[in-house]
């Protein structure tokens, strides 16, 4: 068990204090020197020191960083992408069918570069302060994240923490790769990883044109057992924003519940569900559960939602990488990127 916030503060200063005290360079096993040393040779180094403003403060890096670590969702794949190994990034806890830390798309990126698994900060019990210390990090991002404020007064004693610009768990995959790369010098890289995205989803939903200009919705999870209540995340976080890519659009109920609230989920009443009727797909997490879908269909309320009657909903698997599918990050876009659409095309069939 880790040990609560209010104590990690005067371990995480014990780490530092002792890291100050040996000086040492010795390089952290997990960083591949080649990748790294590469990337940092490169890039906006005269971009610093630079400032970056954020939800959370304001954030001066002073220098160019070598050594770069990460925490909560995501966070790694923009520098991976762009040839900088983290010193230390949050290992996968959704989605990770072999249960190595690592999804797909991360082993292969690390394959390419011939590094080395970093090391990988286990978040079940949250951040793990006195494990990223230990990584001796020049910059911590966190651009995609829910840290709260302790969490980034507690960071920021280790090194300078770039945290999400708006609102937690609500950065737009392109926003991810613009803070993220920006604090660590590769700006530009950034603008070309972006537009190198946006071409392959455009090649993509090319292939799928009934997906252009139905409405979709996002359910979370739900429980098999009581289905009296339905939660879809809103217009403010990534999974609905994403189907904007691909061609979809966000219905007018989703819309109206988002307005005034900057929470990412709500939930509806099944006695509410009338309120669905404008949504043509549904997609959402359960796929894994065999009877979910069919007590979905059975139910007395919700069978009575349009999309759920005429089959157009497709819930994607929680225990494969399929599952990451509908929360777009930097790797994992173009690696799903086709069965995900295939399968919302499949229900954008039934729409008619």
Same mark, same amino acid.
Request: net charge negative; proline share 6%; hydrophobic share 40%.
């Given at each position: 068990?880790?040990?609560?916030?209010?104590?990690?503060?005067?371990?995480?200063?014990?780490?530092?204090?002792?890291?100050?005290?040996?000086?040492?360079?010795?390089?952290?096993?997990?960083?591949?020197?080649?990748?790294?040393?590469?990337?940092?040779?490169?890039?906006?180094?005269?971009?610093?020191?630079?400032?970056?403003?954020?939800?959370?403060?304001?954030?001066?890096?002073?220098?160019?960083?070598?050594?770069?670590?990460?925490?909560?969702?995501?966070?790694?794949?923009?520098?991976?992408?762009?040839?900088?190994?983290?010193?230390?990034?949050?290992?996968?806890?959704?989605?990770?069918?072999?249960?190595?830390?690592?999804?797909?798309?991360?082993?292969?990126?690390?394959?390419?570069?011939?590094?080395?698994?970093?090391?990988?900060?286990?978040?079940?019990?949250?951040?793990?302060?006195?494990?990223?210390?230990?990584?001796?990090?020049?910059?911590?991002?966190?651009?995609? &994240?829910? @840290?709260? +404020?302790?969490?980034? #007064?507690? /960071?920021?004693?280790?090194? !300078?923490? *770039?945290?999400?610009?708006?609102?937690?768990?609500?950065?737009?995959?392109?926003?991810?790769?613009?803070?993220?790369?920006?604090?660590?010098?590769?700006?530009?890289?950034?603008?070309?990883?972006?537009?190198?995205?946006?071409?392959?989803?455009?090649?993509?939903?090319?292939?799928?044109?009934?997906?252009?200009?139905?409405?979709?919705?996002?359910?979370?999870?739900?429980?098999?057992?009581?289905?009296?209540?339905?939660?879809?995340?809103?217009?403010?976080?990534?999974?609905?924003?994403?189907?904007?890519?691909?061609?979809?659009?966000?219905?007018?109920?989703?819309?109206?519940?988002?307005?005034?609230?900057?929470?990412?989920?709500?939930?509806?009443?099944?006695?509410?569900?009338?309120?669905?009727?404008?949504?043509?797909?549904?997609?959402?997490?359960?796929?894994?559960?065999? &009877?979910? @879908?069919? +007590?979905?269909?059975? #139910?007395? /309320?919700?069978?009575?939602? !349009?999309? *759920?009657?005429?089959?157009?909903?497709?819930?994607?698997?929680?225990?494969?990488?399929?599952?990451?599918?509908?929360?777009?990050?930097?790797?994992?876009?173009?690696?799903?990127?086709?069965?995900?659409?295939?399968?919302?095309?499949?229900?954008?069939?039934?729409?008619?």
């Amino acid at each position: 068990m880790k040990r609560p916030p209010s104590l990690r503060i005067f371990a995480v200063a014990a780490v530092l204090l002792g890291l100050t005290a040996c000086g040492s360079t010795t390089e952290t096993a997990g960083q591949s020197a080649s990748p790294s040393t590469a990337a940092s040779t490169g890039g906006a180094s005269n971009a610093f020191p630079m400032t970056i403003k954020h939800a959370l403060g304001t954030t001066t890096i002073e220098a160019k960083p070598e050594r770069v670590a990460t925490v909560n969702w995501a966070n790694h794949e923009a520098p991976l992408a762009l040839g900088v190994v983290p010193v230390g990034m949050a290992a996968a806890n959704f989605g990770d069918d072999d249960k190595d830390g690592l999804l797909p798309w991360v082993s292969q990126r690390l394959k390419e570069l011939n590094a080395k698994t970093p090391v990988l900060f286990d978040e079940t019990d949250g951040i793990d302060f006195e494990a990223v210390a230990d990584t001796r990090p020049d910059v911590i991002l966190a651009a995609y &994240s829910g @840290l709260t +404020k302790q969490d980034y #007064d507690t /960071l920021s004693q280790i090194a !300078p923490v *770039v945290a999400y610009p708006d609102a937690a768990w609500a950065t737009p995959w392109r926003e991810i790769i613009k803070l993220n790369s920006k604090a660590i010098g590769l700006a530009a890289e950034g603008d070309k990883l972006i537009s190198d995205i946006e071409g392959d989803i455009q090649e993509v939903v090319a292939k799928y044109p009934q997906l252009k200009g139905k409405s979709a919705m996002f359910m979370t999870h739900v429980d098999p057992n009581d289905v009296s209540e339905i939660g879809f995340y809103t217009s403010h976080d990534t999974r609905t924003l994403f189907f904007e890519d691909l061609g979809l659009t966000i219905p007018g109920s989703i819309a109206e519940a988002s307005k005034g609230t900057e929470k990412f989920a709500l939930s509806r009443s099944a006695e509410q569900i009338d309120v669905f009727d404008d949504v043509d797909i549904i997609t959402g997490y359960g796929g894994d559960n065999a &009877s979910l @879908l069919e +007590k979905i269909r059975k #139910d007395p /309320l919700l069978s009575k939602i !349009p999309a *759920v009657k005429r089959g157009s909903i497709y819930l994607l698997p929680d225990s494969k990488p399929l599952g990451t599918a509908a929360n777009p990050t930097p790797l994992s876009i173009s690696w799903v990127l086709e069965d995900y659409a295939k399968a919302l095309a499949e229900a954008a069939d039934k729409v008619k």
